[in-house]
Structures are given as structure tokens and as C-alpha cells.
């Protein structure tokens, strides 16, 4: 599967931003979907995943409640939904695909996108 990131920008703490990952080749309902960040100097971490059914999601504890994490079927696209943005949430975020619910370790996820860039102001 191949995987295609976008919707990252510039925006003030406390704004939304919604990224969008669109797959081709494959079907993301064969996979675990996940979101991951990179900041600069930091390895890349979990910020969300989503199960192969669509009805279980995971997230890591400094996202909670303000990050959503979904997927259209139909559409073959997964979403991140970003709310109550913070400063600290300033990365290049990836999505990729995988076999192992809910797992936090990038090892599990074989597909990558090529990572969007979200930077949130002060």
C-alpha cells in the first residue's frame, strides 16, 4: 500500500488543524492504521492508531481528548483530527499501515507516507 500525507501548516496554539492520508494499491481496512510523529533532536513516537474494523482507536497520553484519529473507508483515507494544538505538538507527522493492535513500536507498521509538517505557534 501506499501512503500520501497531508493538511500539516502553520497555525497559533490552540487551533485545529485535520490531516488526511490517502492509500493506494491496497485496501486500509486490510490494515492497522497509525499516526506518528517526529520532532527535531526526538525519535518518532505513536500519537494514534486505529484497528482493522474502525472500531477501536489508541492513542498516546499527551493527545487525549484532543486528537482524533478516523478513517473513510470509501474514500481509502485515514484522518487525524488536531484540536487544542500546543506548541509541543510542533513535529512532522507520518501515517502508515500495519499488522499489530495497539502497538506503539514503528517496527510494526511496514507502509509509510512521507510525513507532513505541523508547526504550532506560541
Do not use: H
Not at 499489530?100 to 510494526?108: E, P
Amino acid at each position: 500500500v501506499q501512503l500520501q500525507a497531508s493538511g500539516g501548516g502553520l497555525v497559533q496554539a490552540g487551533g485545529s488543524l485535520r490531516l488526511s492520508c490517502a492509500a493506494s494499491g491496497d485496501i486500509i481496512s486490510r490494515y492497522v492504521m497509525g499516526w506518528f510523529r517526529q520532532a527535531p533532536g526526538k525519535e518518532r513516537e505513536i500519537v494514534a492508531a486505529i484497528n482493522w474494523s474502525g472500531g477501536s482507536t489508541g492513542y498516546a497520553d499527551s493527545v487525549k481528548a484532543r486528537f482524533t484519529i478516523s478513517r473513510d473507508d470509501a474514500k481509502n483515507t485515514l484522518y487525524l483530527e488536531m484540536n487544542s494544538l500546543k506548541p509541543e505538538d510542533t513535529a512532522v507527522y507520518y501515517c502508515a499501515a500495519g499488522n499489530t493492535y495497539y502497538s506503539r513500536y514503528t517496527r510494526d507498521y511496514y507502509y509509510w507516507g512521507q510525513g507532513t509538517q505541523v508547526t504550532v505557534s506560541s
